[in-house]
């Protein structure tokens, strides 16, 4: 907000005038006038009118100068790809994202990429970069997290397949139904939103939530399947759409 500043000095210097014009005019008509002295009040000093309008704006520049300070803050101390998608997130969804935190999200973002050794999971199409496991503080599911370089467009819909086999001692961990088939493994079938069909080209994020997950560590595998289907349309087998990947052992974070 902004103060007119009075000059006192002009004032002053104006009523000295206005005061020396008046002697002189008495001194000249002295015979005929009888002498007053004149003086010059200062104008009351005014502030300009702020409208209320004016004061939002203040406070919403305010209000968003924290916001970009904050996620700035974040991103530099950001050293997981996936909570930096997040924040890339974030700030898009903003009434008015900020340039600088994108910009510094970008920057983040090649630096922590360079960690990430990539495999082909499409044949000639897509790369896997990386995976994790998180359980969500808001509502206790626990989700995957997938990275993908799309090299080419697809034009299938493929259903991404994690399976995840435990150890003897955590068998009975693995749902029933999966136990009565012989698995000693869960399997996670999952179909991308959007589907593979629409992916560009470009690095890709999944996030799906993995059912019926335990607090336990899994070995998983990782691969992209079709079902082959007859001539009837409907599927007799599945396909892979390239190799199968060993992730290692993973168990779910807590975001």
Not at 7 to 23: D, E, H, K, P
Not at 42 to 62: G, V
Not at 71 to 89: G, H, N, Q, S
Not at 140 to 152: H, I, R
Request: net charge negative; hydrophobic share 30%.
């Amino acid at each position: 907000m902004k103060k007119i500043q009075i000059n006192i000095g002009f004032y002053s210097r104006l009523a000295q005038c206005l005061a020396l014009g008046c002697t002189l005019t008495a001194l000249a008509c002295k015979d005929t006038l009888p002498q007053r002295s004149k003086t010059t009040a200062l104008p009351p000093e005014t502030k300009p009118a702020i409208s209320h309008e004016a004061e939002k704006k203040d406070d919403s520049n305010s209000v968003k100068k924290d916001e970009d300070s904050g996620l700035l803050t974040d991103v530099k101390a950001c050293e997981d790809i996936f909570e930096l998608y997040a924040l890339r997130e974030a700030n898009q969804q903003r009434e008015h994202p900020s340039d600088a935190v994108a910009q510094a999200i970008h920057e983040k973002w090649s630096t922590l990429l360079a960690n990430y050794k990539p495999q082909e999971i499409i044949t000639g199409k897509v790369d896997f970069l990386t995976f994790e496991m998180r359980k969500s503080n808001e509502d206790g599911k626990c989700y995957g997290w997938w990275l993908f370089d799309v090299k080419q467009p697809m034009n299938s819909d493929y259903t991404l397949q994690l399976l995840g086999s435990v150890d003897a001692t955590n068998l009975d961990k693995i749902p029933q139904r999966f136990r009565d088939w012989g698995y000693k493994y869960q399997p996670w079938n999952i179909n991308p939103q959007p589907p593979t069909s629409q992916w560009q080209t470009s690095l890709h994020v999944v996030r799906a939530e993995l059912e019926e997950t335990q607090d336990i560590p899994y070995n998983c595998t990782l691969r992209f399947f079709y079902n082959e289907k007859d001539s009837q349309g409907k599927p007799i087998k599945q396909a892979s759409c390239g190799p199968t990947l060993r992730l290692g052992w993973n168990a779910y974070l807590v975001e």
